[in-house]
């Protein structure tokens, strides 16, 4: 039944940002008439709940968005026993350490002759070789990289490594060092078995990758006719059924007397949290629902609170309570399903860093021992409440993409743009999706997409992801120009002169490539520290060689901005 309320409630929205805070209203005068309400199953009197839930986060008027269409996220059907490139750059962490055969055609082959004549354009072919006769040390590990096309871009194939045989008496050759001899030159577009390890890159800075291949044979095959794949199974992300028509909500019957108390601290609980007093905020929400559990809006706030304060668990606890009480609010399902997924993160990282005796910042979760399919629900959940509710999309991406469901994520994170065209970590996370399984043209039509639809200091990001595409597709020119976009919306940002003076130094360009190298040593940002070891070490090599200087094309870095500062890996 309805009351008047002595307070209405300001419902501030938290932690997520770029949510408006919207004010809910109070209630209406109470009518003349007084209304029985039903009676629940435990024989507690039950009234209307007429609580007003917190405004679903929707982007207002979004613009419409041309993206690519999601490809099918196939991996190629092979014969017994051998495994795809595709297979072993997305799913070959479970197959570290493994021996592995697999067949694919030769993208890219690393040739010190043609890489130092690169880096050194006023050195001629004979000077070239003979720097290399007297200093060995200027080329680097033989390496290849294979991919499942022949026109697989490098950044999409996997690297192949040479053995390295360990030292042998009387200098005889090692056992690796003969079959090295014995195996056939290969060049771009070459059809091949390799049989070798697949590892962990000796890198630290390629960690992120998939791994390594280290061979152990290469022998020249004949690429089949025709190559069925393998199918993704239909779409199922929204496969959890609300039932039926939604019924009026009803609560436990509160007097007027608990339910303003109540409501008086929330209200006090929103006003800190919009002065970012998440103590205070959580103080006082904890006091509103002691008055009245059933205050679901209380619940709400100090699962914001936490969440700003990246408590995690503690988050889950309070929203569990808001979901039990209006299961039927999107806003209650949303924060349930990313309490859910953070903690499970949280969980993993902190039992990790207890076992290996590192700092929880230091932790790498890898995602394929997580339990995400209640997180999953609960967003599922949220976006049929409220379809347009991009946040829920966003982090249904993350689960799906987690859960190695590649397909699903994507789906879910161009539901992301188009719904919230705006919102940069979107566009990221589908560029990685695509650029991870190789869908170049896709990845950099969202790269280029986002970088006009996001605000000006936000598209930096993404005019650097398009540089490192046309970087790994050879297009230099077009690399140049989007880093030099990054810089002019933000001229102090590190990785982007880092990567444009890369390319300057392969192409001999050696002024301009001192100048990005100079700036990027210089700069204050205390994130930059490994750009800034990379850029002194590029800048020693410019400075020491005054015959044939050791080129960069091989060791040439892909890095860009993440949570905990700058990674690199090379390229």
Known sequence: ?????????????????SVDAVEAGGTHPTPPLHVV????????????????????????????????????????????????????????????GTEVKVKGYVAWVYDCVESLAAANPNATRTQVQAAIRNDPALCERPSFTLGDTRDTSRDASISVVEPVSPPTPRGKPGEDEARVRAAPKLAVGDYVTITGTWT????????????????????????????????????????????????????????????????????????????????AAIAECQAATQIWEGNHLAWYARTGAHMA?????????????????????????????????????????????????????????????????????????????????????????????????????????????????????????????YRR???????????????????????????????LIYDATHAEDKAIEAFGKAISDKPDDAIAKFQRGQIYLRRGDDANARRDLEEVARAADPRAGMVKQLAAQLLAQLASHKGVAASPRSTSWDCRHASTGMLCRPH
């Not at 207002?60 to 099918?72: D, F, G, I, M, S």
């Not at 794949?229 to 039932?243: F, G, R």
């Not at 469901?405 to 539901?415: E, G, I, N, R």
């Not at 969202?446 to 992801?465: K, Y």
Request: with cysteine; proline share 8%; charged share 25%.
């Open 1 to 17: 039944m309805g009351r008047a309320v002595a307070r209405g409630v300001v419902i501030f929205a938290v932690v997520l940002g």
């Open 37 to 96: 309400a039903p009676t629940g199953a435990n024989g507690a009197t039950r009234e209307p709940d007429d609580l007003p839930g917190p405004q679903p986060e929707i982007a207002k008027h979004p613009a419409r968005l041309a993206t690519p269409a999601v490809p099918a996220f196939d991996l190629p059907v092979t014969e017994p026993g051998l495994r795809s490139p595709r297979e072993l750059r997305v799913r070959g962490r479970p197959l570290l």
């Open 200 to 279: 962990t890159p000796a890198s630290p800075a390629e960690r992120d990758r998939e791994g390594v291949l280290v061979w152990a044979a290469v022998d020249r095959a004949v690429p089949a006719v025709a190559s069925p794949v393998e199918t993704v199974p239909a779409l199922k992300e929204m496969e959890i059924d609300l039932d039926g028509p939604a019924e009026a909500p009803t609560r436990a019957f509160v007097d007027d007397q608990t339910l303003n108390a109540s409501v008086e601290h929330l209200n006090a609980c929103n006003k800190a949290i919009g002065a970012h007093q998440y103590d």
């Open 309 to 433: 304060k990246r408590e995690w668990l503690p988050a889950v606890a309070a929203i569990e309570h808001a979901v039990a009480l209006r299961p039927d609010q999107a806003m209650y399902q949303l924060y349930h399903g990313i309490t859910l997924y953070e903690a499970a993160y949280q969980q993993a990282r902190d039992q990790q860093a207890r076992r290996d005796h590192k700092k929880p910042e230091d932790i790498q979760v890898d995602p394929a021992g997580l339990k995400l399919d209640t997180a999953r629900d609960a967003l599922v959940t949220a976006a049929r409440l409220v379809p347009q509710l991009w946040r829920a999309h966003y982090y249904l991406g993350r689960v799906y993409r987690d859960l190695d469901d590649a397909k699903h994520a994507a789906v879910q994170f161009t539901s992301t743009i188009k719904m919230h065209p705006s919102y940069r970590f979107g566009y990221v996370a589908l560029i990685e999706l």
């Open 437 to 467: 399984w190789g869908y170049v043209e896709q990845a950099l039509a969202v790269a280029t997409l986002g970088a006009t639809n996001v605000p000006a200091g936000e598209a930096v990001e993404l005019w650097l992801e398009a540089g």
